[in-house]
């Protein structure tokens, strides 16, 4: 056996299943060392909304005990789950004081049923901010410093794969949920483009904007979830990994670019440099006043659905919601449907535009956070600065964080790539050879 | 006792709210009216995918037992709920083999919760098409002519309120499956702008079109619905009845009219004299070629998101889902990412347009089908032709059918009111007025 069982935890999934695959361990033995890394970590990190260990054995069983002939592609790929999303065996309590249950809710999300399908094992459920919409953060830590913030509102998510407690774990985005705590914990991030993953089952915020997000450590993990949920470009790119010399990128700060400090400054440079040391050319892009207009327009469509998707809840259990849920269903900031129309058009309009501009490039680049993850502060755990992401999120394109810089802190923070909507797998292509550069040189290793 | 109890099935929902809140009747007494209508009618309508009437009755007499400042705003309304539509007690089977079930997925979706925490009583779950994307009807046939189609996929919606069974359904609208029904039927249905009432908890099939649509058998009752779900114009039109004299309506047949046979012809004409004797003032209007452009592109917007909606279906139980289903993820039209984003993009620049259009009548009118329901045949009890709907669907305007004219055979069917988007309350004001002119002089009465 080439790896001892307490080291497995290390593995990125693609490495696992392969070991899997042939033999080498069951789904059992994987398990066995997720669990002991989960016993050894939960209690500073504190990622999981639900986890039972007894449920993750008893699914790793039944994985070890199907013939090989009834093997997904999948098999024995641990995943955690974002809890808004929902899993018939497991409870969706969306940490709302509303949901506090023990009982599932018996259905699947359809991300959920395609992963199961496939082979995937569920281990548990993840952290979230109420809702997955509002600021306050659960109990989650960072894993690189536990004073700091996972980020939100996939804050469990993003720990629990960057403590190297499970490979995989699906987050959600509506301004900048998956790729904050991407940047934050040090790990790769995918935001899809809009609706191409079904959202079925995933609490609404914005029917607009959200999104489901993956996370791993690897991009080969990232490629396989690709495959699974198939997420196909018109073009498929070549199987050969992308040469960075006379590839080309667009550095786009735009107009959040005066909320980067420090960490996110450095980390601009420093990846220029690198891209240019590959021989690749790197251009400073301006998107213009029409893209700065997002800015006013994108608060009009969250607050527009906001005030839709919470009437439920609202009426059901005012007590115990957030103050920002209710605000939004009393629409207390008095946006007008006249105003949410005006985001509708007005962004819809830039969406060929954003394509266009990033079919130019094998990618843009674009900040991930304003730097590296802020201290964590009572009472309510600010996950942090969702500014750079909004744009990209209510244009629909696909953005990926790729981890590998260092803040003036020592933790981790990424940068984002982005591609036309609907141009995963040659974002991923290039987030490869990216991440190759950026997390060899870029001058952060987890001490994890 | 002002009403016989086996008439009350007859009264429209606020004319029943009103003898209860008066204390005339109990919740109870309204609810055994219905069971009794159910009775002595489903075995030829056929319109419950699921039906309980103890369930019913409990309901009721809860209800009842809630003391007077405790009682919500549709205190007794009962409400009979597409079978696509999760509700936390009853079954929720989407006419699918692959969740036959008698089990509830213990949830209420987002526009079950606004129900019932306003005091409604869900009745039961009315049958639809399967996951309402197929074209294969349920066993449901139309109150009017049980040789014919309810209509589809909101088929059982439509035919329980057709048929005086319940006040109140809900359906759903990805092409015409809500108003479709409410033409064939006989009855008032609203189509409220995308996304204005909340879709989570309702199976998915295209994020873009989607839709929540409301039935009623009066305008007082879809008013009293509007309220509840909080369909608010920025600007609230005036309390007042609209005058007809004077008022301005634009007929857009629009490139789908060829399809139109006699009975929608006959409708058109005299719909247009009906407005004219009462004073207004009525325009044929051509919205020109870009707007039959959707003719070409709702295809790759339908298509291209149903091959995402269905994948987790696809994978877990492909053996028993229709073919039109697996003809989505398989992408058998071999429409490309492109062409669905030329068709989002595309239609969204039509938005904006349509609004300014709709913005300069009190309505536009349109057919809300070819005719009067079509026969019934085996094997596939096709629900009839969405050809007048899909545009409207897609620019995500809020339409209403008024019923009140006679296709060649004696059955209803009804023209469409539209408006801008967000303009709900606008909508049903004018629908009102439009409604006692066609309902008192189209030429049809319901015989039930």
Redesign the interface.
Known sequence: MPHALPELHRLDGSSALELIKSNQITVEDYVQALIKRIEERDPVVKGWAHFNQDEALAQARALDALPADKRGPLHGLPVAVKDVI?TKDMPTQYNSAAYVSK????????????L???GALILGKTTTTEFATCQRGPLTTNPHDSTRTAGGSSSGSGAVVGDFQCPISLGTQTGGSTIRPGSFNGIYALKPTW??????GL??YS?TCDTLGLYARSVADLKLLAEV??L???VTPPATPLSLKGAKFGFAKTHVWPRATEGTQNAWEKAKDLLKEEGAEVEEIDLGPEFEEIWRLYPYVLAG?G???????F??HPDVLDPLILSHVRNDTKI???Q??EG??KI??L??KI?AIAARYDALVTPSTTDEAIKLEEPNRFTGDASFNLMWTVLQVPVMNIPGFKGPSGCPLGLSLVAP??HEQKLLRVGEAVGQVWGERGGWKSAL
Chains 1, 2 share one sequence.
């Open positions: 929902l009982a599932p809710i018996a259905m699947d999300a359809a991300c959920i049923m395609t199961r399908s496939s609706n191409s993953i079904s959202r079925e609490k609404i029917l949920f198939r196909e470009d018109d659905e005030r839709t998707a919470f009437l439920g809840d009426l059901t007008t449907r006249a949410q129309l509708y058009d819809a309009a969406r060929p394509d909507r609907y």
